[in-house]
């Protein structure tokens, strides 16, 4: 096939240059459904914290990282709900953290029950966590990326006065 590669019904969607009786095919119908669940959220939309949401930790929580996502403008709509399972763990740790709390010390079988509990609750949290950049190591690597696209700004900053210095020069031997 001559010409340049179809654009994805994806990208035509998002862009806002789909429509309906232009760009049907196999795929189209997914692609549009796709595109439209991973809308990005605007910064002044709002959010509300889900009724599943029920302690006060849980609800400032919630609305810590939606806001956070928000202004990295990286929050989708499909994440919601797995922002709302990470926090309903959170609350369960919390409660989980309260029992263990209150038990004897000498009674160890009930003791490494709610601790192995503890640390399911916690090793799930944690790899929902990484998705939303709340561990330390996803925080490093999003601090990375931001360094490494400073970095590449840079460059193409002195690439560009490289350039221009050559063109002043010819210039003046012209």
């Keep these: ?30 692609d549009v459904a796709i595109a439209k669940t991973n809308v990005i959220v605007k910064e002044d939309e709002r959010i509300s914290v ?9 609800r400032k929580f919630y609305k810590q990282v939606v806001e956070n996502l928000k202004i990295l403008h990286v929050l989708s709509k499909v994440d919601l709900s797995q922002i709302e399972t ?18 004897d010390i000498h009674n160890i079988d009930e003791l ?5 509990i503890y640390d399911k609750l916690t090793t799930r ?7 939303f950049y709340i561990t330390p190591s996803a925080r490093v690597q999003l601090k990375l990326n931001e ?9 193409i900053q002195k690439n560009d006065n490289a350039i221009n210095n050559l063109l002043n020069m010819r210039k003046v031997a012209d």
């Design 1 to 30: 096939m001559a010409g340049r590669p179809k654009k994805p019904t994806q990208l035509k969607v998002l862009q806002g240059t789909y429509r309906k009786d232009r760009d049907t095919g196999e795929n189209a119908s997914a």
């Design 50 to 58: 889900p009724k599943t949401i029920t302690t006060k930790a849980g």
């Design 86 to 103: 990470m926090t309903r763990y959170l609350e369960r740790i919390h409660e989980t953290d309260a029992i263990i709390q209150q038990i």
């Design 112 to 116: 490494t029950k709610y601790s192995l």
């Design 125 to 131: 949290f944690d790899s929902l966590a990484a998705k």
């Design 147 to 155: 360094l490494n696209l400073i970095k590449t700004r840079q460059e």
